[in-house]
């Protein structure tokens, strides 16, 4: 792997703190992160799980959409219902090619006079460029908000911790959205996350990040966690890291993210690669994502071959690893759709040797989610 | 008894100028973070000089352990697989992954003693 130079690298709003924390430091999208903090991986995973973790995803896209139409627009470029969004609610949706490949997965909220997004490090300026040259000939202006950090919180804790700096908080539910003053500063906040917890991610003005986040450190509960807790929690929780289990070469239907095409919009259609994405959805696709659990204790990482038992290639490991709540090896990968069902048995080549192992149902570990 | 290592952070611990016990080094730990599963070799089976004997895994990423001096495999840690933690935790001793019956003198010509070892892991 070539080290990119750092000079070359962005860094977030949080950057000397993750450096005053300790943190290891590390490129990701450009963007220099922690990946850890002198904690450890397996911790700050299993602190997350029982108290909060603080995640700093500043590298993150975050924009508005403003203008009348703006609704309307935006569907022209994902699969879900985005007219259909009440103020204050967030939907999880896909950004689609006319191949019917995923460009993006990403966060919209109805922000009321504006619709609030979040997506990808790795593809944010393609999806802006995308949606500015969509938007505007429909009267809709983007704003790329470049001046705000997004901090993570995350784990059965933080509704606790919430609630302390914005007491109005606890009326947030899983997917509601909405402008909030955490501490005293002017925020925008969701109740969502990916980890598989309950918790919240709040957009801040970028030169108040770094006194909020040390605000919330503060707090007994929460704890730095950095991008690799943040991959084996997403990881246990069932969800793709797009790059990796979803990209051009994957249609919704294949990655079982059908649920992210809303109901009128697999009837209207009206999204690229619709017409391909919803055959598929009629006729089955050849494959399928599927979360898949190796018997042993040996992890099988991405791109690792996967056979069934007689020892035909049926498919590829997207993400593995080891998940710390599971106490043993995770993945996800695709196969053959006749081979999807839960409890079909597999075979992992890993390191030359076949390794049994078996389809599993995700999420990995129970959603705790609040729901109200 | 004589500690040796190696450039990739594996140490050989000769006992009895006829048995060596091999591990990887408190660095070599602090690079790969938690491990999270070891893979040992069998008694009976025969290593080279720098052949491919174990493989260690952390949360973070595989890497293969190689065997600092040729000889057979007599024991494995067999309390590693259930606890691979102790890798992080104890290294160089309750950590040990597998010993060796050397056939004859070690060949130590490539490897580092504990102080030339220091001085190269400083110079990381």
Redesign the interface.
Known sequence: MSEPNAESLKSTPLDALHRELGAKMVPFAGYAMPVQYPMGVLKEHLHTRQAAGLFDVSHMGQCRIHGENRAEALEGLVTGDIQGLKTGRQRYTLFTDENGGILDDLMVSNAGDHLYLVVNAAVKDADFARMKAHLEPRGCQLEILEDRALIALQGPAAAKVMEHLAPSSTAMTFMTAGPLEVNGVPCFVTRSGYTGEDGFEISVPADQAEHLARHLLEQADVAPIGLGARDSLRLEAGLCLYGSDIDTTTTPVEAALTWAISKRRREEGGFPGADFILKQREEGPARKRVGIKPAGRAPARAHTEIQDETGRTVGEITSGGFGPSVNGPVAMGYVEAALAEPGTPLQLIVRGKAMPAEVAALPFVKQNYYRG | MTMWFTKDHEWVRVEDGNTATVGITHYAQEQL??V??V?LPEVGRSLAKGEEAA?V?S????SEVYSPVAGEVVAFNKDL?DA?GTVNTSPENEGWFYQLKLDGDPDTSDLMDQAAYDDYVASL
Do not use: N, R, S, T
């Open positions: 973070g938690d999270v599963f893979e493989v895994e949360v973070k990423a595989a697989p691979p």
